[in-house]
């Protein structure tokens, strides 16, 4: 199939976007996250001119639960970068409607100090879609933010559910935000998350919180001991910090590069990008596959009486996919 001819602006969005505008990345952001088909195509064609310029930048994930302090931690580490020289972008994965325009607004105060920075881009989630559509358009929006020149990504996820896991196919550090509370730490193993970490941070280490923080850490650590590491160059290290006060931000960021180090030096890094690369490939494959399944009216229309005739034990599962594959014409 022969490909689309892309219209004549991409090139020129390319070389404004490369320029560092903000207000280009803006308008390209937004091409991205549009869902009609002709902003689509222009947004591939957009990605694949500007590929060479992508992924140059340290790409951190940063999630824990509600109210940890991601968005202040965010703040104090991405306003030390910004004084360092970096530009630093801060996107958000979170799929569900719990962030409305009024919070939105929240998470530029509690970013008071990035949201009034020119080195700093703050862009928040996608608000609708599945976790698959929103995901997709953040790693679209990360490819963006690096081709106008920003080289720190800080990706900000709740802890409630599936998009850590999005987020950490999309990043090269995964960071784990705790709470010194006990009984939080056992959640997190649960929840699977500290599998995917490459450093846990017990923050709100500060004030009273100080000892029992540290007691957490502890026990992170300990626990960690027993899982297998998701690296075999690196060993998750458990830290304390307090976001609020700016303890141990820099400890935090020294750790994030000395695992860039050792990851660059064996050749980790770029086979985990490459790997996230494919996978990425195969997961909007399956989108477009699925789309069909989604939208035809043929379908539609047939669906309900095919799922009673399966539930009810008249149709056999196999031969109902038979009919569906019929209806599609595959
Ligand atoms: N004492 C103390 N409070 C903190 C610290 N970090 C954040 N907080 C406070 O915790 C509250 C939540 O902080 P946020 O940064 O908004 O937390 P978040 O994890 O981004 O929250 P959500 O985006 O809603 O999931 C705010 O009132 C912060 O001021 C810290 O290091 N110490
Ligand atoms: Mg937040």
């Not at 400890?251 to 490459?274: F, K, N, P, V």
Request: aromatic content about 4%; overall charge neutral; proline content about 5%.
């Amino acid at each position: 199939m022969a490909s689309l001819p892309l219209p004549p602006d991409v090139e020129r969005l390319a070389r404004e976007l490369r320029a560092g505008e903000r207000t280009v990345l803006s308008r390209a952001i937004t091409l991205v996250e549009s869902k009609r088909a002709d902003h689509r195509h222009t947004a591939a064609g957009l990605i694949q001119e500007l590929l060479a310029d992508t992924g140059k930048a340290v790409r951190v994930g940063i999630t824990g639960a509600p109210g940890v302090g991601k968005s202040t931690l965010i703040d104090a580490l991405g306003s030390m970068l910004t004084a360092r020289g970096r530009k630093v972008a801060v996107l958000a994965v979170d799929p569900s409607s719990r962030r409305t325009g009024g919070s939105i607004l929240a998470d530029k105060t509690r970013m008071a100090h990035l949201a009034n920075d020119a080195n700093a881009f703050i862009r928040p989630s996608p608000t609708s879609g599945t976790l698959g559509g929103v995901a997709a358009k953040t790693r679209e929006t990360l490819l963006l933010c690096e081709a106008a020149g920003y080289d720190v990504l800080l990706v900000e996820t709740v802890g409630v559910g599936q998009s850590e896991i999005a987020v950490a196919d999309m990043t090269d550090f995964f960071l784990v935000l705790a709470l010194p509370g006990a009984g939080d730490e056992l959640q997190a193993l649960k929840k699977g998350v500290v599998e995917l970490a490459d450093m846990i941070a017990v923050n709100k280490a500060d004030g009273d919180n100080l000892s029992r923080a540290k007691l957490a850490a502890s026990q992170y650590g300990a626990a960690l001991h027993i899982l297998s590491p998701r690296s075999p160059n690196w060993s998750p290290p458990v830290v304390t910090c307090s976001a609020l006060k700016g303890d141990g931000i820099e400890s935090l960021w020294e750790h994030i590069l000395d695992h860039r180090r050792r990851l660059t030096a064996s050749g980790e890094l770029a086979s985990r990008r490459g790997e996230q690369q494919v996978k990425w490939m195969w997961t909007m494959l399956e989108e477009r596959l699925f789309a069909p399944l989604r939208t035809d009216r043929a379908l539609k229309a047939a669906l309900p009486r095919i799922e009673a005739d399966v539930a009810a034990g008249r149709l056999a599962p196999g031969t109902a996919v038979e009919e569906i594959a019929n209806v599609l014409g595959v």
